[in-house]
């Protein structure tokens, strides 16, 4: 029991469910339960994973899909962020805007990837832009939060104290609204790594998607589920990044100041 | 709507701290309301308020609830402007910007040390390790000198109050204005920090202006009340009582007794 305990307070608890997963897979595959075309077992993913390293092929793959949603998560993020930071802070340009992105912000961006197909192809342009526009919104919508959600009070202390405008803005407005932005930028992680693989999936030469796709095409079903695996890792990888760093920026928030 | 003029300049470029000359020169005026009045709409909030305030003056100003006292509080700070009359300062370059509010909830930033947090205070005044040097000073004076570098979140109510006050007096402001500061706090708190606060004054000698709803706490603390009701000054009463003041003496009681009549047999 007390075992238990320790694991869960040092965050290993969070493994032990995967692994007792994999480990039951295993037991399955070999024992025949599971027929090696429908899922291949996690030794022969990592077999697959061991083969495409050596060639490079995983590794080339990996990093242009990173570079894509990296890529799509700058631009769609940093006008989110913009835009989001305009409009909490001015009534003018959040009466001129904000009906407008609401609309389009209904629009499940994925439904225009035959639009984005037609308009782009399936060169670099069309990925950009659907992770882009994924991100946009999670951060548009939690930074405009975020800095409506700000104490007036805390605001009228630092105007009676004479802050200025830009004093006002990094010393209360900003730290104020960070834990609603970080939320917003964990759930655009998410639509991220979500996006890019549905792009790619479609439509693409290169790439984690593209992997797959061949691999399907090849019937090489350990290839497949070796892309779904990385997917799933990067995705965690991206998290606790997000995590890390709401740790690190937010000490003084009693959410963050046990454990 | 009257033009209000308000005589002294709104400049913040505040005059260095160490011009307060404030010690000798009882019977100099703080600040004075000339028929000042205020109105929200069709709502006349204040009515023609005169009050005379001399440097250095404990004031007191109560009624009950929605008579104007805040509102007259937020004139004097410069948060609002009055909508009739004239509002002057002593020193007239000073003005607003050397007065500092302290308000009913602590108002500290979350995301700063407490030492950061009386920093603020020194906005325009001090910076650097000087204004760190001077708000350490201040803490040391609330006696909250070992709590600098802890975040507001874990100190007690009655201790995030002092950091407040520390905030408020660290820029050495000539006049006080102080809106129910210690409305929240559990009533051995609420004493301790009326001693805390008299010690200081009584140290700086600035103008303290208090708001308050708790007749006791004003008689215990002020040179002067004055009561406002319906928009007016109702009553203008000195305190001539010597200091320390013994929290229930009789002649404490006596005068509690005369504002407490006075506001439950009008109105």
Not at chain 1, 148 to 163: A, I, K, N, T, W
Not at chain 2, 32 to 58: C, H, P
Not at chain 2, 79 to 106: C, N, V, Y
Request: net charge positive.
């Amino acid at each position: 029991m007390s075992l238990a305990i320790r694991l869960a307070r040092n965050g290993a608890a969070g493994w032990l469910l995967p692994a007792a997963i994999i480990a039951g897979w295993e037991a399955a595959a070999r024992a025949g339960l599971i027929p090696a075309n429908v899922l291949p077992a996690p030794s022969a993913v990592a077999e697959a994973f061991w083969r495409l390293t050596l060639s490079g092929e995983l590794i080339r793959n990996i990093g242009v899909s990173t570079l894509r949603a990296l890529s799509g998560f700058a631009i769609g993020g940093s006008i989110g962020f913009a835009l989001g930071l305009a409009n909490g802070l001015s009534a003018l340009s959040r009466g001129l805007t904000d009906t407008t992105l609401q609309m389009i912000r209904n629009i499940p961006h994925l439904a225009l990837i035959p639009l984005v197909i037609l308009w782009f192809g399936i060169d670099e342009e069309a990925k950009l832009f659907l992770v882009a526009l994924g991100v946009f919104f999670p951060i548009y919508v939690n930074t405009l939060l975020g800095i409506q959600s700000v104490d007036p009070q805390l605001v009228e202390m630092g105007r009676v104290y004479g802050l200025d405008r830009r004093a006002l803005f990094f010393r209360v407005i900003l730290p104020g609204a960070l834990p609603s932005i970080f939320v917003g930028l964990r759930y655009a992680l998410g639509i991220m790594w979500l996006t890019l693989i549905v792009a790619e999936t479609i439509s693409a030469s290169s790439g984690l998607g593209y992997m797959a796709m061949q691999a399907r095409e090849f019937l090489l079903i350990d290839v497949v589920v070796l892309s779904i695996l990385i997917y799933a890792l990067l995705g965690k990888l991206a998290d606790s990044l997000a995590r890390l760093l709401e740790r690190l920026s937010l000490g003084w928030h009693p959410a963050f100041q046990k454990g | 709507m009257p033009a209000a003029t308000l005589t002294a300049a709104r400049s913040l470029a505040a005059t260095p701290a160490q011009a307060r000359t404030i010690g000798s020169v009882e019977g100099r005026r703080a600040f004075a309301f000339r028929e000042v009045g205020k109105r929200f709409g069709d709502k006349i909030v204040l009515d023609g308020i005169s009050l005379d305030v001399r440097a250095g003056q404990f004031l007191a100003v109560i009624g009950k609830s929605g008579c104007g006292k805040s509102t007259l509080l937020r004139l004097l700070a410069g948060l609002d402007r009055p909508s009739s009359g004239s509002l002057t300062f002593g020193a007239a370059e000073e003005g607003h910007s050397r007065t500092r509010f302290m308000f009913q909830e602590p108002r500290l930033l979350p995301w700063a040390s407490v030492v950061k947090n009386v920093e603020i205070g020194l906005t325009g005044i001090a910076g650097g390790t000087d204004a760190r040097q001077r708000a350490l000073a201040m803490l040391d004076e609330v006696g909250l000198a070992d709590r600098a570098d802890e975040w507001p979140s874990v100190l007690s109510g009655g201790q995030k109050q002092r950091v407040a006050l520390a905030r408020a007096l660290v820029g050495q402001p000539q006049i006080l204005a102080l809106d129910e500061p210690l409305g929240a706090l559990d009533a051995l708190t609420r004493i301790e920090m009326q001693q805390l606060l008299e010690r200081i004054w009584l140290d700086q000698k600035f103008t303290a202006v208090l708001v308050t709803h708790d007749v006791g706490e004003a008689v215990a603390l002020a040179d002067r009340v004055v009561v406002i009701g319906a928009g007016r000054i109702a009553l203008d009463l000195d305190v001539p009582v010597a200091r320390p003041r013994r929290h229930g003496s009789a002649e404490l009681a006596h005068i509690e007794g005369t504002i407490l009549d006075h506001l439950f047999s009008r109105t």
